[in-house]
């Protein structure tokens, strides 16, 4: 066995045993999880039962254009996108560092580069998005760990907050000393996402966090009083998307649609509206790239609930 397998082993019994020993430290921040039956709930975001890990490297690099893992690299394609807000969800936080690691295919960390390792930003809408590989599992003892991907949030001016990531039906899960905590300060229910294949095979993922931040008034629950987008299809779209909103009281009424840098980059709506269904046609400009966007509603210039739709020109 390698040597990184040997201390990675030694680190995760230590911390096992150390947990066990010492005091919990009480919650700085919360997350919003999708895999919840209430979809606006705002959940908290738990620190994770193992902390940061033995194979943390400082300074790592910003990703270039989203990507994690180049293209050359190994092991299933995933996407992982969402929002970062505060502790209630009823704002967005913009400039969040969100910095990422896991291992390879082969459950193996680059401990001497940066290879799988960088760090994004939330977006001026404060959605983030980073592309790379399914991590594999390693020996933990006797049984393997999950599949994970380790993260460090920082708001700006506000402290970091550093977890684990996890996917569901995955077998390890059940018998994993971080994974399987369902109460606590490390409950991990809400950082065990799905993911789905689309239609490139790429299995993506949404997460949005909720942390200890400052931010712009943003979306919370004002969808359910004030307006909601209902559909936008087909998702992924080549070259036309429609759009069905509602708005449930008289109001001034913006359909946006902003790319991953938070650039608004189309207005597909600005009138008054009366309370009713509508529909709109977005078709993007022909120098827009292919890419990830998100449809946003904006009622008397609050932002009440957002979409996010990939645009794929000329796919098949």
């Known amino acids: 066995m390698s040597k990184s397998r040997n201390s990675r082993r030694q680190f995760l019994k230590n911390a096992s045993l150390a947990t066990l020993a010492i005091g919990l430290a009480p919650l700085t921040s919360k997350a919003k999880s999708n895999q919840t039956s209430k979809a606006d709930e705002c959940e908290k975001t738990t620190q994770d039962y193992y902390g940061e890990g033995p ?24 996407r992982i996108t969402g929002r970062v807000q505060n502790l209630d969800c009823s704002e967005y936080i913009p400039d969040t560092i969100i910095d990422i690691w896991h291992a ?27 592309e790379s590989i399914k991590p594999g599992k390693y020996l933990n ?6 599949s994970h991907v380790h993260f460090k949030i920082t708001p700006p001016g ?35 996402i799905a993911l789905t ?27 359910t009083t004030k307006g909601m987008i209902y559909s936008a299809n087909p998702n992924p779209f080549t070259s036309e998307l429609t759009i069905n909103y509602g708005v449930f009281n008289t109001s001034e009424v ?18 008054r509206l009366t309370p009713e269904k509508y529909n709109a046609t977005w078709i ?29 020109r000329g796919a098949h």
């Open 254 to 271: 913006s359909l946006l649609v902003f790319d991953m840098q938070g650039r608004q980059v189309a207005s597909l709506e600005q009138k």
């Open 141 to 146: 003892n006797d049984k393997y760990r999950p």
């Open 284 to 312: 993007p400009d022909t120098e827009l790239p292919n890419g990830h966007y998100f449809i946003a509603l904006k009622i008397n210039d609050l932002q009440v609930h957002y979409l996010k739709v990939q645009f794929n």
């Open 104 to 130: 390879d295919n082969a459950g193996e960390y680059d401990n001497e580069g940066f290879n799988l390792r960088g760090k994004v930003k939330s977006n001026a809408q404060g959605f983030y998005m980073f």
């Open 197 to 223: 294949a689309d239609s490139e095979g790429v299995l993506e993922g949404t997460w949005d966090i909720a942390v200890n931040g400052e931010g712009l008034i943003g979306i919370g629950e004002l969808h």
């Open 158 to 192: 506000f402290g970091t907050l550093t977890t684990q990531l996890y996917f569901q039906g995955d077998t390890s899960i059940a018998e994993d000393a971080a994974a399987k905590l369902t109460s606590g300060q490390y409950d991990a229910t809400h950082r065990i």
């Open 55 to 78: 194979f943390y490297s400082e300074n790592p690099p910003e990703i270039t254009a989203g990507k994690l893992a180049s293209e050359s690299e190994a092991g299933t394609k995933i």
